[in-house]
């Protein structure tokens, strides 16, 4: 059963920055693609960044695209999210989530959360002066 387990979220000033991992466990992560979601309390979960098996497409939403980048280490089974010049509304718990993506997809990902059949249970970011 592929498990994920999100990290490194907390507490950072506007204009900072903050890098999140998700250790992936229980799957080969170079067969399945990656994303990074977030949600803000009221507010529906919004697809943040995706990083294909391959690891050679990423793909962002319009909120992270120029601030954000979304990277990946096989040998540590861990995804990483950098998330820089944060703003207020970034504060949200932020999940990553995975779906098998070999073969002839392996160049695909896209940031729609109905796409992803495993998720983490999220890691809380704050952005507050």
């Known amino acids: 059963q592929p498990q994920l387990v999100e990290s490194g979220g907390g507490l950072v000033q506007p204009g900072g920055s903050l890098s999140l991992s998700c250790a992936a466990s229980?799957?080969?992560?170079?067969?399945?693609?990656i994303g990074w979601f977030q949600q803000a309390p009221g507010k529906e979960r919004e697809g943040v960044a995706c990083?294909?098996?391959?690891?050679?497409?990423?793909q962002y939403g319009d909120s992270a695209k120029g601030r954000f980048i979304i990277s990946r280490d096989l040998a540590k089974k861990t995804v990483y999210l950098q998330m820089n010049s944060l703003k207020l509304e970034d504060s949200a718990t932020y999940y990553c989530?995975?779906?098998?993506?070999?073969?002839?997809?392996?160049?695909?990902?896209?940031?729609?959360?109905?796409?992803?059949?495993?998720w983490g249970r999220g890691t809380q970011v704050t952005v507050s002066s």
């Open positions: 989530a995975a779906v098998p993506a070999g073969g002839s997809i392996h160049d695909w990902c896209n940031v729609y959360e109905r796409t992803y059949d495993y």
């Open positions: 229980g799957f080969p992560l170079d067969y399945y693609a």
């Open positions: 990083i294909s098996s391959s690891g050679t497409n990423t």
